[in-house]
């Protein structure tokens, strides 16, 4: 708006100025007559005289000639893509930091749940092991006090004995029935622990998926860094998920970063030997470097694992300098 008052101020001026020159022409000298006095000569040097500019007319059509240009120009719609593009990546990425933060809390909170459990049952456990110890070291003592009783005196050792027998199964009885309480409270644990692992895995699964979807959709708009970032956010979920690794490649392949797609091709077949996907990838890169050996043997397993790979060698721009070698048309056949 300021760009558009100011190329009217200096239009405007532009228009007033031929007229101002008219309004100060100088008018024709008067002829004196003979007989008046000569005209006194100026005192002094006189100040020029300002006379105002003419105000111009507003002129529509100029006004719509400005408009329609600053509407038309390259820069001005350059400059509203920017900033459209620039708040559109802003929002989007606010939006996916609050759906992983919604995400995470409940995960952080069932992961502190299942500490504190495990650590109040390990200290149920540690007070038990230290009864049950303080009560064999007793057990212990009073054996030992019982075979080194004086020989001298077996009937006040038959008499202890047999006194002894009751307390020492009165023990043994709570040994055991504590024994019993911690192993069902071991068992509960354990139960609650598998549980919330499920628990935790699904919601791990649901982060997983929709990574996977924001990665599909993003490489279905062009955008490939985008979706390659989402494609890595999902490894970094499940460092064995070979279709993330498999999706990663493609896009690496598309953008002809094809040392970087071998190496996530190759993390793939090492998480999961039996991908086909992966070995197909792998021989892809080789042939679009001119690797032709390590390209049909790498080709061999993909075909080996899933034939339907046979069909895409053949139309795969990839391997058109492969079709006319015999061991290409060997492995296509084997």
């Not at 600053?70 to 893509?81: C, K, M």
Request: net charge negative; glycine share 4%.
């Amino acid at each position: 708006m300021m760009q558009k008052s100011y190329i009217l101020a200096v239009l405007s001026l532009l228009l007033v100025s031929p007229k101002g020159a008219i309004a100060q022409e100088p008018a024709a000298p008067q002829q004196t007559p003979p007989d008046a006095a000569a005209p006194m000569p100026p005192e002094g040097p006189g100040e020029p005289s300002f006379i105002a500019p003419v105000p111009a007319e507003p002129d529509p059509n100029l006004d719509w000639q400005i408009e329609n240009r600053l509407r038309n120009s390259p820069v001005v719609q350059d400059a509203i893509n920017d900033a459209v593009d620039r708040n559109f990546s802003w929002t989007f990425g606010l939006l996916n930091i609050l759906l992983l933060l919604l995400i995470l809390f409940p995960i952080a909170g069932l992961a502190l749940l299942w500490w504190m459990r495990q650590d109040m049952v390990s200290q149920v456990v540690d007070d038990v092991e230290g009864r049950l110890s303080d009560e064999l070291k007793a057990e212990v003592s009073r054996e030992l006090k019982a075979d080194l009783a004086p020989a001298s005196a077996p009937a006040a050792a038959s008499t202890a004995a047999s006194t002894a027998e009751p307390a020492q199964l009165k023990d043994m009885v709570s040994m055991a029935l504590s024994v019993q309480n911690v192993m069902s409270n071991a068992r509960h644990t354990i139960e609650n622990s598998m549980q919330l692992q499920d628990r935790l895995d699904g919601r791990l699964h649901d982060v997983l998926e929709l990574q996977m979807m924001q990665g599909r959709q993003l490489e279905a708009n062009g955008q490939y860094t985008e979706a390659i970032a989402a494609f890595d956010r999902a490894i970094e979920v499940d460092e064995r998920h070979r279709e993330a690794y498999c999706a990663k490649g493609s896009l690496l392949v598309t953008l002809e970063r094809l040392e970087e797609a071998l190496a996530t091709y190759a993390q793939a077949v090492k998480v999961a030997p039996d991908c086909a996907e992966a070995w197909y990838g792998i021989a892809r890169c080789y042939a679009l470097v001119g690797h032709q050996e390590p390209a049909i043997d790498n080709l061999k397993k993909a075909i080996h694992l899933n034939p339907s790979f046979k069909e895409q060698a053949q139309n795969n721009e990839a391997f058109a300098k492969l079709r006319e070698q015999e061991a290409f048309q060997t492995a296509l056949v084997g």
